[in-house]
């Protein structure tokens, strides 16, 4: 990593800084219908699975490093403010840390209106999807389930568990496992466990039939404490020269069957010998390789080369989604997206479903992989003007979809981010289910 690639993030924000917002009053929030109740969880359900964290595997290494800064993980760099390794795994502990402040907790459950199960239930996972319980991974959960039944049995059985939520880092196909695989072919079962249907999970990704699982952000490395340095990043984003027409961060596309991957890779390396649109762009695409998870903690090498793109793929991987989508709507980069499940469907809470076109660029996979359609025609057919309003609404979504930092100025506060939203919309969810049962 370079630091001057760093600093050059921090420079624009060190600008705005004396600019705090101590001076806005907090005022007393209107806690009506809001109140949550986070349920005290013995510590083998989160606090020890960090403690045995060099016990499980993430790509070559432990996980323990990103469980530095409450799962924001290490700063990039010792100057950083704003910019962290953050694992997308870790999300169960940042969601905790930011519960902890959220404004209308009640340590009394019978006045809540939802109740908050800190498990770390993706850390927990690790073990049946990696480790020595693969075969046992219908059991995930069911010594949670015990725990909920026989601790303050009225505090379950008061809604049947509808007022209960909880987070899993992965997306819900790795809980999704059917009981009746035996031996388990990938996942643990816990989504399919009976004794959970009545539980709200938030996850990366939804199986799309509805079910009690709903989609939120990934998070990306960006974590800002304050509103200057959020602002003076959007102000960045938005000067950014973007000198390519489109870029791909990722990995694949290599094998010979066809795919969208292959498609995207095969017409990016076709570009450099003609550029019919050089006025515009010096580049049509550019590819960032990230095979064998180089970028995954690594913000820096994809970050800069979406900063000089209007475009950028998210095609759909081992599933549909990808956090990249997050990546590059956090860089102004307008998200082009090649099936309704990577985004569309999924994240409905966070990113307005019926302006989906305003800010994305929608191609048929089908329609690239098997009738010829060129994405950089379709890219390029789109007049200037109408770029610079997409990338406006790219910007005007993106304070939704980025987790702050915990303890973060008030002004900041003020501003609904991903967590906010899905806390928010878990709310409403939970409203309705109670007045239906
Ligand atoms: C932590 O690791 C120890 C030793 O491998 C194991 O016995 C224990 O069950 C683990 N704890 C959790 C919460 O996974
Ligand atoms: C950050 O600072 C610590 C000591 O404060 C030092 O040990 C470490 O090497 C520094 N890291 C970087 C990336 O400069
Ligand atoms: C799980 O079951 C499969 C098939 O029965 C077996 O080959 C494998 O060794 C088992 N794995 C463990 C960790 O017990
Ligand atoms: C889930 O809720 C239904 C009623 O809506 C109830 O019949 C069922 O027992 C509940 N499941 C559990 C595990 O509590
Ligand atoms: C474009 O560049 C790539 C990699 O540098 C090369 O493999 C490819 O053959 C080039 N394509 C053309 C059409 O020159």
């Not at 020890?48 to 323990?64: I, V």
């Amino acid at each position: 990593m370079s630091a001057s690639v760093v600093i050059f993030f921090l420079i624009a924000a060190a600008a705005l800084l004396p600019f705090t917002a101590t001076s806005l009053q907090i005022q007393q929030p209107d806690c009506t219908g809001r109140r949550i109740h986070i349920r005290r969880l013995p510590p083998r359900f989160n606090a020890d699975l960090l403690a045995n964290c060099s016990a499980y595997p993430l790509f070559t290494d432990s996980f323990c490093p990103y469980t530095a800064n409450h799962g924001l993980g290490l700063k990039t760099h010792n100057r950083s403010q704003s910019w962290y390794r953050t694992d997308p795994l870790l999300l169960e502990l940042l969601f905790h840390r930011r519960m902890l402040e959220y404004p209308c907790l009640t340590p009394d459950p019978s006045v809540a209106d939802a109740v908050f199960l800190p498990y770390y239930s993706a850390l927990d996972a690790l073990k049946y999807l990696y480790g020595p319980e693969v075969n046992s991974s219908f059991n995930h959960g069911l010594d949670l389930y015990r725990f909920l039944r026989s601790d303050q049995p009225l505090l379950w059985s008061r809604w049947s568990g509808h007022d209960h939520f909880l987070v899993m880092a992965r997306p819900a196909w790795d809980f999704s496992q059917p009981l009746s695989n035996d031996p388990p072919i990938w996942g643990t079962s816990f989504l399919e466990l009976p004794e959970f249907f009545n539980v709200t999970a938030l996850t990366f990704e939804s199986r799309p039939w509805p079910w009690q699982e709903q989609a939120i952000p990934y998070p990306t490395s960006f974590h800002p404490p304050n509103l200057p340095l959020l602002d003076a990043w959007a102000h960045r984003v938005r000067s950014s020269k973007r000198t390519n027409l489109a870029l791909f961060a990722g990995g694949g596309g290599i094998s010979a069957s066809p795919n969208i991957r292959r498609s995207i890779r095969i017409e990016c390396e076709n570009q450099n010998s003609t550029n019919p649109d050089s006025d515009r762009y010096t580049k049509l695409c550019e590819v960032v390789d990230c095979s064998n998870g180089v970028c995954e903690h690594d913000p820096i090498r994809y970050m800069k080369p979406m900063l000089r793109s209007n475009f950028c793929f998210q095609p759909p991987g081992d599933t549909p989604t990808r956090r990249s989508t997050f990546d590059s709507i956090l860089a102004g980069c307008i998200p082009v997206v090649f099936e309704d499940q990577s985004a569309k469907s999924q994240y409905s809470w966070h990113l307005p479903e019926e302006d989906f076109g305003e800010f994305s660029v929608f191609i048929p996979k089908e329609d690239v992989v098997y009738k010829g359609l060129k994405i950089m025609d379709v890219l390029m057919a789109i007049p200037s003007w109408k770029v610079k309003k997409m990338r406006e609404k790219v910007l005007e979504i993106m304070p939704r979809t980025i987790y702050r930092s915990h303890g973060s100025s008030p002004g900041l506060r003020a501003k609904k981010d991903a967590f906010d939203i899905a806390v928010e919309n878990t709310l409403k969810r939970i409203k309705s289910r109670l007045e239906e049962v």
